[in-house]
């Protein structure tokens, strides 16, 4: 008889090196977005901030540098999110990037 060494294809994750490392596709990012509300009114949500990163200063500087109103709300799946009112998805973005707590490339920009 004729001995046959016959591998059976398991699940594999494509993936799963990348997860692990510190490639590209796998960097977290922080998601800035618009949330319109009723009329002219909208909202400017930041979510996806390193949790070492204090949200209550960073909130505080945003409200001051930007002269909005604005605080953190605790959610269940997201995390920490800052609200911010009105439309200030580039002023966040810019903010961000001068102040050293994420790099352009982390930044995503969501709405219309």
């Known amino acids: ?3 046959l060494d016959l591998q059976i294809p398991t699940a594999f994750d494509p993936f799963a ?3 692990d490392s510190g ?3 796998a960097k977290e990012y922080v998601h800035i977005r618009i949330q ?3 009329g002219k009114k909208s909202l400017t949500t930041v979510q996806g901030l390193r949790k070492e990163f204090s ?3 960073i909130l505080k500087d945003v409200k001051k540098e930007f002269c909005c109103n604005g605080n953190v709300v605790q959610d269940k799946e997201l995390g920490k999110v ?3 009112q009105g ?5 966040v973005s810019q903010f961000l990037i001068s102040a050293g707590i ?3 490339d982390q930044i995503k920009i969501h709405g219309f």
């Not at 439309?87 to 002023?91: F, V, Y």
Request: aromatic share 4%.
């Open 1 to 3: 008889m004729v001995e």
């Open 17 to 19: 090196e990348a997860k």
């Open 23 to 25: 490639a590209p596709g």
């Open 36 to 38: 319109q509300r009723n």
């Open 55 to 57: 949200y209550e200063k």
């Open 82 to 84: 800052i609200q911010l």
């Open 87 to 91: 439309d200030q998805r580039k002023n």
């Open 102 to 104: 994420v790099k352009k």
